[in-house]
T-cell receptor
Framework: KAGVTQTPRYLIKTRGQQVTLSCSPI?????VSWYQQTPGQGLQFLFE???????NKGNFPGRFSGRQFSNSRSEMNVSTLELGDSALYLC??????????????FGPGTRLTVL | AQSVTQLGSHVSVSEGALVLLRCNYS??????LFWYVQYPNQGLQLLLK??????LVKGINGFEAEFKKSETSFHLTKPSAHMSDAAEYFC????????????FGTGTQLKVEL
């Protein structure tokens, strides 16, 4: 099986712009979670989607949003980019049941740089 | 809310020596505990997890961890370090009813020296 794929792998934007990141989960996985990784804040949970519904949300401003499509692919959008949004954005998908004890498989991430 | 503390942001061991990475958690309900490894420019890979049952959990690449409720700990060990173990290690916690939300520790960078 192919792993979790994220596109693009690298992205450079300027302040005030918006950006959309894409995540394709492992075939058959219905849960997709997003995390932000920065040197200062570490790994922080953004949100989780399961069968096209947001199941969980972290403590991020409304500029961060996401969605999941019927094929389980997910996108996250960040509007009005700030310098502090520069980070590695990781996507993870979990086994068909989507339960909390199911293993989450992470993609390689999208490195976003905001200038 | 749950939290994780990883003691030691950097740990250095000699090749062949014991690896011990410390993790303590805080949770008001019985937690699920995980260890992930991250190699440079890559995502996270699950090493092992504790959900219920046996408190000594064996994972990939010779790693294991023991859930100790009385000490609220979930330390990661490996009897003999290999150069390929050099990476960053993250301990994480989730709770029943919390979906797939993982709360991570700040990570421990493991260096393995000849």
């Amino acid at each position: 099986k192919a792993g979790v794929t994220q596109t693009p792998r690298y992205l450079i934007k300027t302040r005030g712009q918006q950006v959309t990141l894409s995540c394709s989960p492992i075939s058959g996985h219905r849960s997709v979670s997003w995390y932000q990784q920065t040197p200062g804040q570490g790994l922080q949970f953004l949100f989780e989607y399961f069968s096209e519904t947001q199941r969980n949300k972290g403590n991020f401003p409304g500029r961060f949003s996401g969605r999941q499509f019927s094929n389980s692919r997910s996108e996250m959008n960040v509007s009005t980019l700030e310098l502090g949004d520069s980070a590695l954005y990781l996507c993870a998908s979990s086994s068909p049941g989507g339960g909390v004890t199911d293993t989450q498989y992470f993609g390689p991430g999208t490195r976003l740089t905001v200038l | 809310a749950q939290s994780v503390t990883q003691l030691g942001s950097h740990v250095s061991v000699s090749e062949g020596a014991l690896v011990l990475l410390r993790c303590n958690y805080s949770s008001s309900v019985p937690p699920y505990l995980f260890w992930y490894v991250q190699y440079p420019n890559q995502g996270l890979q699950l090493l092992l997890k504790y959900t219920t049952g046996a408190t000594l959990v064996k994972g990939i690449n010779g790693f294991e961890a023991e859930f100790k409720k009385s000490e609220t700990s979930f330390h990661l060990t490996k009897p003999s370090a290999h150069m390929s173990d050099a990476a960053e290690y993250f301990c994480a916690v989730s709770v029943p009813g919390g979906g797939n939300k993982l709360t991570f520790g700040t990570g421990t960078q493991l260096k393995v020296e000849l």
